[in-house]
């Protein structure tokens, strides 16, 4: 399990994790974020569907890719909190399918 | 477009040292680093330490400050949060930053990509839970985040430093698990005698295993077989040692066997490169003063081969030094004088290298995937089983393996796989990685949304920018 | 190493020329400089396309297209080839008289596999395409493969029949000397007595040895490709007027081509890219296409592509020599023919009855009369 030790001196903000209004410190990364309340899978496997998770925080490995306010391949890892920002867990696989257009 | 007379990428110790050396030499001096602050990995919001108390980091964390202070005072043009998604060798680099697509143009360029870990393709290692010891460093310097009760298995100074430091907070740590083999210490002990030249650094290294050691937690040495077990998480790790299985209860696995070159970079610039038979990978092909086969192209820090943060400091410097020749700003005569104490340095400095090398020199059992099932490309989900089919089809060379079977082709651009997919052909072809080979990388460096490069103008034609300087 | 016939170049169309020889019981060595599929056969876009071709191209095309259909049974391999069509797509009124003006020049020429598309139909074919678009044509013979696996394929079905493959060997010299052909390599010597030339963007050095001067020049279009999207378009998408060229394939990442051109390096055997012209296609392609506004280009890329000044291939045999044969200079469209023109080049080799009209493909149509 993942805990902060951070003093609560910090500025909060909010945002929402899929679907969960989450309190948060200005500075921290969307990644912590996740980890600190329980949303730890960041994205699915693009082929079997697994569930997958930050696995080296730093930005090379493309695991932690989740959608920000509809934006996919969004690394948490490197994006900072902001307030009213929405992340959810990535669900693009192969057998995805696209809403049917806005026309 | 802006121009400038040398633009670094990366602001890591290697490319601090240098910016400032050529700022305070009078270069115009541009600094392009995806970090908000400048630190690299190594001194990570070492400014600002989310941390209470951030010393128990260690001195040579908080040292990083001093390095941070000089660049902040240097007259630097840092673009903060940037994000270099092309660096051509025409001194050109596309770059996104603040919600712009910027462009920017100089007559040298420095890249300090930096180091990332080496891959431990374990059973299990794509579960969730299961992160890097260098992931533990970062959320912990970053966001002061730790995790109770986790497993840290593998080799090297990395591992046994977020372990200690783990110690100091009084993070609950279930075990260490080292897999260093004992014929490793047996090789390095041959090179002792002239590492001990550098007496302070093996006893940092000593004071560190003996803090782990009086703790008191768990620690298993000569750990083989290594397992990550769970079905959907991970639930624990599971390896043998002295002859017993052992099986430990852990939702976090960090693993960690040494670091090498992130060579996307080097690599998408077509720059030469060479294998280390030493360190066990690729890195880019420098003189002393990190230029490369592309002369107004440079590389330092551990992007440009691992040497470790002290090095970084040095090479970066080097570079500078060389760069501020190439500008007509320092004669070769100088250029020699001032870098004589750092090059003396670096030699010094060698044999203590050496020795750590050969230490912690992953054994290829952890290098390369050893079952079957196991994933070598975690975004394509490529097995072993389907590497080999895809050789066994013809696909020889890490391209064609990588056009036959999608291994290399997501997101992370080889990043993960590129070390093992060669290593692997290697072994299958019974030949040196030299004639193996690497993917063919290119821009951009990473996912580029569609939006940021429809927001790219060319708008003024570089050719008549480069002949207006 | 001795054989009947020598095939330079392991494109599509050297390997496909080598399994069609083979299959037939003649003895073949290929050389390839790099691997078979390193260069535009294994990187191009993976059309498969009829619709739109040069009336002088149809005939060969039609075939291949035929051949396309069955061609994963008949090479037992997975070419990833899949039948979704193609829609070319008009913005307004003129692009349509475009289209219909193609339409009456098709039909004059006795072909109906093109066909014109209302907007109804665009938008129910195209559910993410801009409403403001008007109509398009259509041929639902056309799809895509995956390039490197088609030619991998053809490699491996040749090598089943015999054919013996040479990666990595680099062609030094080509000469007639009395019935052979005899060729040093950089690793090894050769022999044999027909050779094929089908060496892509090399061609016109492989040509000149052989005797023959061409006009070919080379380019480097550019492609670049999405992370997985989740799919919206099935058929492969181009414009009349447009540089809008894009497939989504089934593993949901989007292929964006376009035309636009690089730089190509053909002596350092590379290419660069020209981001302001990739930015371009990003435009267009969202403008197109609102959903790609949410894309993530993860690689972009150019080959290297042999194009004749007409645009249309050299096939057929050598004008100054005997026993010498060429398959070349496809200009960025060869990938569909590549089934197609290794029958044609066996036929051709073998003496054998050949059913296609190759006046406008012949080699020599560039030569200058005499002053």
Same mark, same amino acid.
């Given at each position: ?5 951070? $003093?609560?001196?910090? $500025? ?59 934006? $996919? ?31 | 477009? *802006? ?341 003396? *340095? ?35 989900? *490529? ?87 | ?371």
């Amino acid at each position: 399990m993942f805990r902060s030790l951070r $003093p609560k001196t910090a $500025p909060e903000i909010t945002l929402s994790i899929n679907g969960h209004d989450i309190i948060a410190t200005a500075g921290q990364s969307v990644w912590s974020a996740m980890a600190l309340n329980g949303q730890t899978v960041t994205r699915r496997a693009a082929l079997s569907g697994e569930d997958r998770s930050a696995y080296c925080t730093m930005g090379v490995c493309f695991e932690c890719m989740v959608e920000i306010d509809g934006v $996919p391949n969004q690394q948490a890892c490197m994006r900072q909190v902001s307030d009213g920002m929405k992340v959810s867990t990535q669900n693009i696989t192969e057998s995805s399918e696209a809403t049917n257009a806005g026309l | 477009m *802006q121009a400038f007379d040398c633009a670094i990428v990366g602001a890591g110790p290697a490319g601090m040292s240098a910016a400032i050396e050529l700022a305070n030499a009078g270069a115009r001096v541009a600094v392009l680093d995806r970090g908000q602050k400048p630190g690299g990995q190594i001194y990570r919001s070492v400014s600002e330490s989310p941390l209470p108390d951030a010393n128990v980091l260690g001195p040579d964390y908080t040292a990083g400050a001093e390095l941070l202070t000089a660049f902040s005072r240097a007259d630097i043009t840092h673009f903060a949060g940037a994000d270099a998604w092309h660096l051509g060798d025409d001194g050109r680099i596309l770059f996104s930053h603040l919600g712009e697509t910027c462009e920017l143009h100089c007559r040298e360029m420095l890249v300090c990509p930096g180091a990332m870990e080496r891959p431990m393709p374990i059973p299990g290692w794509t579960l969730p839970g299961v992160m890097t010891a260098g992931a533990a460093q970062v959320m912990l310097k970053s966001d002061a985040m730790v995790s109770d009760g986790a497993v840290f298995a593998g080799s090297g100074p990395l591992l046994y430093l977020i372990v200690a430091q783990y110690l100091r907070l009084g993070v609950p740590v279930a075990a260490l698990v080292d897999t260093t083999p004992r014929q490793n210490y047996l090789n390095a002990a041959l090179m002792l005698p002239r590492a001990l030249r550098r007496t302070e650094l093996l006893k940092k290294g000593l004071t560190l295993l003996a803090e782990i050691k009086r703790s008191g937690i768990p620690v298993y040495r000569f750990a083989e077989g290594l397992k990550v077990l769970g079905e959907e998480n991970a639930t624990g790790l599971q390896f043998t040692t002295k002859g017993q299985t052992h099986e430990i209860a852990a939702d976090t696995v960090f693993l960690h066997q040494g670091v090498q070159p992130n060579l996307n970079m080097t690599r998408a610039m077509d720059l030469e490169h060479r294998w280390n038979l030493k360190q066990l990978c690729w890195q880019v092909v420098t003189d002393p003063f990190g230029q490369t086969s592309v002369p107004h192209v440079s590389a330092a820090g551990d992007g440009a081969g691992i040497f470790g943060a002290d090095g970084a400091l040095i090479t970066g410097r080097l570079a500078a030094l060389n760069i501020l020749h190439r500008l007509g700003r320092l004669t070769l005569a100088e250029r020699d004088r001032q870098a004589a104490p750092d090059l003396a *340095q670096i030699t010094a400095m060698a044999p203590f290298r050496a020795f750590i090398d050969r230490l912690y020199r992953p054994t290829d059992a952890l290098r390369l995937p050893q079952e079957l099932s196991t994933l070598v490309c975690r975004c394509e989900e *490529q097995t072993l089983a389907d590497l080999r089919a895809g050789f066994d089809r013809g696909a020889r060379d890490p391209n064609a393996l990588k056009s036959l079977t999608r291994c290399g082709m997501g997101p992370c651009q080889g990043r993960q796989c590129g070390h093992m997919v060669a290593g692997l052909l290697s072994e299958w072809r019974d030949e040196r990685p030299e004639t193996i080979g690497y993917y063919r990388l290119r821009s951009p460096q990473r996912l580029l949304t569609l939006k940021e490069l429809s927001r790219y103008q060319a708008a003024s034609a570089p050719a008549q920018t480069e002949a207006a300087q | 190493m001795k054989a009947d016939v020598l095939v330079i170049g392991g494109g599509i169309q050297g390997c496909a020329t080598a399994y069609h020889l083979a299959r037939r019981g003649t003895s073949v060595i290929l050389l390839e400089k790099d691997y078979t599929g390193r260069h535009a056969s294994g990187v191009n876009a993976g059309g498969v396309r009829l619709l739109g071709r040069d009336v002088a191209e149809v005939p060969l095309s039609k075939a291949s297209m035929e051949m396309w259909q069955t061609l994963d049974e008949e090479l037992d391999a997975d070419t990833g080839f899949r039948r979704n069509s193609v829609i070319n797509i008009a913005v307004d009124e003129g692009d349509m008289a475009t289209l219909r003006a193609r339409e009456g020049k098709m039909q004059a020429a006795g072909y109906t596999h093109e066909r014109i598309i209302d907007r109804a139909e665009l938008l129910d074919r195209l559910p993410h395409v801009n409403p403001d678009c008007v109509g398009g044509a259509t041929s639902d013979l056309d799809g895509y493969a995956i390039p490197y696996k088609a030619t991998s394929a053809f490699r491996l079905a040749a090598e089943r029949h015999g054919a013996q493959v040479v990666d990595g060997e680099e062609l030094i010299t080509l000469r007639r000397v009395g019935q052979s052909w005899l060729v040093q390599g950089a690793r090894q010597r050769y022999e044999a007595n027909s050779v094929v030339n089908c060496a892509g963007a090399w061609a016109d050095r492989v040509a000149m040895m052989i005797g023959d001067n061409v006009p070919l020049s080379h380019a480097a279009p550019m492609l670049m490709i999405t992370a997985r999207m989740p799919h919206f378009a099935r058929p492969v998408v181009g414009a009349v007027s447009r540089q809008l060229s894009f497939k989504q394939f089934e593993n949901g990442t989007v292929l964006i081509g376009g035309g636009a051109k690089g730089f190509a390096d053909r002596s350092n055997n590379r290419t660069r890219l020209d981001y302001a012209k990739l930015a371009n296609a990003a435009r267009i392609t969202a403008e197109f296409f609102p959903i790609m506004a949410r894309a993530s280009i993860n690689r972009m890329w150019a080959g290297l592509e042999a194009y004749m000044p007409d645009n249309l291939p050299v096939i057929g045999a050598a004008e100054n020599a005997d026993r010498a044969f060429h398959a070349f200079g496809f200009s960025a469209h060869g990938f569909q023919m590549g089934p197609v023109t290794g029958q044609i080049m066996a036929d051709l080799v073998l003496g054998e009855q050949n059913r296609f009209d190759l006046t406008p493909f012949r080699i020599n149509r560039y030569d200058r009369k005499v002053l």
